[in-house]
């Protein structure tokens, strides 16, 4: 067997390695454990929305906290993303089933499927806590998905504690202002890391993951990740090409050099990623785009003038649309063939 020389352990340079320390976010695992903290005593938890920029660790916050917190209060934690559930009877079977309810969705009303979960959390003894991340997805697709939750809240007798997390701070502007002031929802803002900051956290994950490493090296790829909108992935990124340069030149430790000749390949950000950092506006249009695959530029922006509540104006809308293009995320293509005017088609790339 050859030796490695340069990883201990390169999987902890993958973004869904949850690190067990996560430098620089002590106060607000401190804060959103506390919030939760009444529900092991059968009391109400804090519910919390958590909001802030692609990359900033709130997705590895909030499962931290839910890690350590289930190991110590023995309370069921469930973490869902919205992108896999995007409507609130999707939510609810999938709590149930996560308590071991198996609810069939198919053929009952959502009442009824709210119903049944009540039931099944009425069994447990114990609270819940329940983590909604890309909360976006959930608000854009079903409207009166807060005051369903509300009506959880009120149904079932054990506590239940909610965390929402987005990177869009304002996803809440168009909810029910009696919905959310039930909810009674506290903020937590994560900021985008500084430079020292980001260096830290780099660097513990670099500790884990090679076996021996300047330290110079960690602080150009903190660098490249400030510099390319603070996102900690573009910094991982980094140090794993950064880790098979080396390899590549049968290196034993890793050097400013290796992440040097990286750094270029390294892009600011993933389509992925990017589409984080959309406005409204544009995210929607995307989501349009997501269920229409092809439409007229008139047609979208009717669409896209039904799912929001301040809809910008056409013009403006056609600068999103250009912008979508040029950071290649749509295609305008041709002309409808007969129309006369500027009618285009509109496809997602
Ligand atoms: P967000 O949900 O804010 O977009 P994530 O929580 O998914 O960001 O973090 C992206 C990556 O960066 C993950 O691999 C995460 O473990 C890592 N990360 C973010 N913040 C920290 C931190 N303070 N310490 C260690 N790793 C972090
Ligand atoms: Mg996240």
New binding site residues.
């Given amino acids: 067997m050859i030796e490695p020389k340069i990883f201990k352990n390169e999987e902890v340079l993958t973004?869904e390695?949850?690190?067990d320390f996560?430098?620089?976010?002590e106060d607000k695992i401190k804060q959103l454990a506390e919030n939760l903290l009444p529900a092991a005593e059968k009391r109400i938890p804090q519910n919390t929305f958590i909001f802030?920029p692609?990359?900033?660790?709130?997705?590895?916050?909030a499962k931290f906290v839910f890690r350590e917190f289930e190991e110590y209060s023995g309370i069921k934690t469930i973490y869902i993303n919205c992108w896999d559930y995007k409507t609130i009877t999707a939510i609810f079977s999938k709590i149930s089933s996560e308590l071991g309810g198996f609810v069939q969705r198919r053929g009952l009303s959502k009442d009824e499927i709210l119903e049944r979960l009540v039931e099944i959390c009425n069994k447990l003894n114990k609270g819940l806590v329940v983590c909604l991340d890309e909360v976006d997805q959930l608000v854009f697709h079903d409207d009166s998905a807060l005051y369903d939750l509300l009506r959880l809240n009120q149904y079932v007798k054990i506590p239940i504690g909610l965390i929402f997390?987005s990177n869009n701070q304002f996803v809440f502007s168009n909810v029910d202002a009696r919905v959310k002031s039930s909810l009674n929802i506290e903020e937590i803002e994560?900021k985008p890391y500084s430079l020292l900051e980001m260096k830290d956290?780099l660097e513990?994950?670099a500790k884990l993951a090679f076996i021996a490493f300047e330290n110079a090296a960690i602080l150009l790829a903190a660098n490249h990740a400030v510099q390319n909108g603070g996102d900690?992935?573009v910094g991982?990124e980094c140090l794993m090409k950064a880790g098979r340069q080396a390899e590549k030149e049968n290196s034993n430790k890793l050097l400013v050099s290796h992440v040097k000749a990286i750094l270029q390949t390294v892009k600011p950000v993933k389509p992925e990623i990017l589409k984080e950092r959309l406005n409204l506006d544009e995210k929607i249009i995307l989501q349009i785009l997501d269920e229409k695959k092809r439409i007229f530029t008139d047609e979208l922006y009717s669409e896209y003038c039904k799912k929001i509540e301040c809809p910008v104006s056409e013009r403006r809308f056609r600068d999103f649309l250009n912008h979508l293009e040029e950071i290649n995320l749509i295609k305008i293509v041709g002309r409808k063939r007969g129309v006369v005017g500027r009618k285009r088609i509109v496809v997602k790339n």
Avoid: D, Q
């Fill in positions: 973004p390695y949850l690190p996560l430098p620089h976010r802030g692609p990359g900033t660790g709130k997705t590895a916050c997390i994560f956290i513990e994950r900690v992935r991982l």
